[in-house]
């Protein structure tokens, strides 16, 4: 099992609070970027152990060579921060089909959110307007690529899973006909995700996870995975049935109901969006006027 981090950049394993540069435990230069040390996962579970068991293995020198000074939160990036692709998913639990008064798709509905949108798990969201609204959702990450990717096999495909707010301006998306989805939810600093890549064997269920989102803590969604439409097999079945997926791909996987639209609520300068995910972690974003 691993916890993978992007601090400013650098790949780092956390392990029992402490944050371990992965190419200084790995002896790889190339490990020090975090998008190398999603496609090389399998090797991750390995230097945790390492850390975990250094006294009794005669590694405490390499550990502590290792060792990160700081482990300051507001210094983590997006947990994946290059993927080639983000995909995303539309109307994928029961609750917010409801509110949004649409019928159950009869298969994945998925969109593009832009990589330039990733932002880190402590980083503000930048307001574009005046209908801005939150997302929580959990986020997929493909650490072995593939194409036509059967379900039964498809977690052994997944590096790790992380959480993401898919913010979403709807005066943008929502404009035109037909709407602009992709426009809409690729703002720069629409898409934090963080706070790690948490390998799949570290969580109880990784099709059970519970998740929330509180803005100025008050609750808005609160929901499971295990409520989702199309559980995480199927999404990666369906979507590398059309595409390759590549090392690194992240997928936003649908949030549940409680968004700002059916309540008639948006963002405002200085909300406080914190979204939390059982096992994975917590993401708390400021939001801001327009820089």
């Known amino acids: ?68 000074d700081h482990t300051d939160v507001r210094r983590l990036g997006p947990a994946v921060p290059n993927p080639s692709k983000v995909i995303a998913i539309g109307l994928n639990y029961r609750s917010h089909a409801q509110e949004s008064n649409l019928e159950l798709p009869p298969s994945p509905i998925a969109f593009t959110k832009f990589p330039s949108c990733l932002a880190g798990p402590r980083d503000d969201i930048e307001l574009s307007g005046d209908r801005v609204d939150w997302e929580v959702e ?21 590096a790790g899973v992380t959480l993401g707010q898919d913010i979403s301006d709807r005066a943008v998306q929502l404009i035109g006909s037909p709407p602009q989805f992709s426009l809409g939810k690729s703002f720069d600093t629409f898409g934090p995700i963080g706070p790690a890549v948490v390998s799949v064997d570290s969580l109880d269920d990784p099709d059970d996870i519970e998740l929330w989102c509180e803005v100025d803590d008050e609750r808005m969604q609160h929901s499971r995975t295990s409520d989702l439409i199309f559980g ?33 609520r948006f963002l405002r300068p200085g909300n406080v969006v914190s979204s939390v995910a059982v096992g994975i972690g917590e993401l708390a974003n400021r939001c801001v006027a327009p820089g």
């Open 1 to 68: 099992m691993f916890r993978l981090l992007n601090v400013e950049g650098q790949a780092a394993l956390e392990v029992d609070g402490a944050w371990y540069a992965v190419d200084r435990l790995g002896d790889d230069p190339a490990l020090s970027d975090p998008m190398q040390a999603i496609a090389r996962f399998a090797e991750l579970h390995e230097l945790t152990r390492i850390v975990a068991d250094a006294d009794e293995e005669g590694a405490g020198a390499l550990v502590a060579s290792a060792r990160l």
């Open 138 to 158: 959990l986020v997929v990450v493909i650490g072995i690529g593939g194409r036509r990717i059967e379900a039964d096999r498809a977690w052994s495909h997944v």
């Open 232 to 264: 995480v097999p199927e999404l990666v079945a369906s979507l590398s049935a059309v595409m390759t997926l590549c090392p690194g791909d992240v997928i936003f996987t649908g949030t549940p109901g409680g968004v700002g639209m059916g309540r008639g």
